[in-house]
Structure formats: structure tokens, C-alpha cells
């Protein structure tokens, strides 16, 4: 899909929905949490490049833990509604337009680097944790809360493709470990999704046997949480 789309995807879908992040999905306060929890246990403070922004909750959010944050996104739209949410906040983090695929802040002196929901989004995903990986310090972390290899074959992505025109994908562990790998990280550790009820295929498959094959089309997909550190 173009990255036209990705740019224009926030132009065209319900602004409420935007605005209304995190607010209107429970899931996502549990998927955050586990967020802070990692950074906190790998950061005390410090610089955090949000990559792939969106509205810029996650990069508020983060700003508000004490962290000092940049937030990218490709789409404008999203940047401007990122600056108008923080300017009726104290916490202040930093929003610029770029490509995950091909950004440069000039700098390389990120503690963290977070990219929370939106690599599925990216068809070109291992050039963008390339990006990520040269803005961060030596010893800095990436933190990824990615969809599963279920994701792309949903209801929900697939109606988003149709309508948008945006990319949807969906990663294995093991295509994750590679493409990390391949950027340069090492020390990888993998989590277990707060808003799941099952770990892997084999408790997915067991799930749909036990409650039957439609569960798929409405049960949460779980996600992918993995953290790295550049060596």
C-alpha cells in the first residue's frame, strides 16, 4: 500500500477516534502499562524517540512519567492534533513530520526508542528498526508492542485496507528476531501480552478448539512485546 495512505489516513477517519486515544480502549492502558514497566526497569528518566506517534498520546503519556520525549509520525494531520493535545498539558514532548523508514533528527543520543502499534503499518519494517537503532546512544533500548502473524488476515485490518488503502501486516517472533538481529540489537526479551488470555499459536489453536472457530473473529489479537538493546 502507499505511503500516501498512511499519510492521509488521518484526514479521513473519524476525529473522534483520534482525539479520543486512549481513552475509548481499555486494552491499551493494560498494553501501556507494560510499557512504563519495561522503561522503568531499563531507564531512569531520560530521552525517548516515539516512533510512529500518531496523536501523540503515547509520547504525552510518556512525557508525563518524567521521560523527555520526541514523537515522529508521516502523517501531518497527526502531528498537528499530537501539538494541539499537549497544548492544553504541562508535559511538553517534541513533535516532527518524518518516515520511520528513512528519518534523521541528526542525533543518536536517544536512551529509548518505542514503537508502540504502528510497525505493521510499514511494509519496508526492517529499514525503519535500521533508523531506530542509529538514533539511539550505545546501550539504549528499543521496545516494540507489535500485531501477531493473526493480525493481517482479521476482519479489522483487512476492512481498514479496503477503506483506507493503508498497510496491514503481521509478525512472527520469529520474523521480529531476525529483523531486529539484522538492525544490530542484541539481548532480546520477549512478553507476554497483558490483554491475552493465551501465549502463542499453540494456546491460540487450543482457544479456538475449546470455544469454537469463530472466536477468532472477535477475540482481541494478542501482540508481540519485545525489547532490545543496541550494543
Not at 25 to 48: C, H, K, Y
Not at 89 to 101: I, K, L, Q, S
Not at 211 to 216: E, S
Amino acid at each position: 500500500m502507499s505511503k500516501q495512505a498512511e499519510r492521509d489516513y488521518a484526514t479521513k477517519v473519524d476525529q473522534t477516534h483520534l482525539f479520543g486515544k486512549p481513552f475509548n480502549d481499555p486494552r491499551v492502558f493494560r498494553e501501556f502499562a507494560l510499557v512504563l514497566e519495561v522503561f522503568g526497569e531499563r531507564l531512569a528518566g531520560g530521552t525517548i524517540l516515539d516512533i510512529g506517534c500518531g496523536p501523540g498520546w503515547t509520547s504525552l503519556f510518556l512525557a508525563r512519567a518524567g521521560y523527555k520525549v520526541v514523537g515522529v509520525d508521516i502523517s501531518e494531520r497527526m502531528i498537528e492534533i499530537a501539538r494541539e493535545q499537549i497544548s492544553r498539558d504541562n508535559a511538553a514532548p517534541e513533535f516532527v513530520v518524518g518516515d520511520m523508514e528513512d528519518m534523521d533528527l541528526g542525533r543518536a543520543d536517544f536512551d529509548g526508542a518505542l514503537f508502540f502499534d504502528c510497525l505493521h503499518h510499514c511494509p519496508a519494517y526492517a529499514k525503519a528498526l535500521k533508523r531506530a537503532y542509529a538514533h539511539l546512544r550505545p546501550g539504549g533500548h528499543v521496545l516494540l508492542l507489535e500485531t501477531t502473524w493473526l493480525h493481517r488476515y482479521s476482519p479489522h485490518a483487512r476492512q481498514v485496507t479496503r477503506e483506507f488503502g493503508v498497510t496491514e501486516l503481521g509478525f512472527t517472533r520469529r520474523q521480529l528476531r531476525r529483523a531486529l538481529r539484522e538492525a544490530g540489537f542484541s539481548d532480546l526479551s520477549f512478553y507476554h501480552d497483558p490483554g491475552s488470555s493465551y501465549r502463542g499459536v499453540r494456546g491460540f489453536l487450543k482457544a479456538c478448539l475449546r470455544l469454537g472457530c469463530g472466536y477468532f473473529f472477535y477475540y482481541p489479537q494478542a501482540k508481540n512485546i519485545v525489547v532490545a538493546r543496541k550494543g
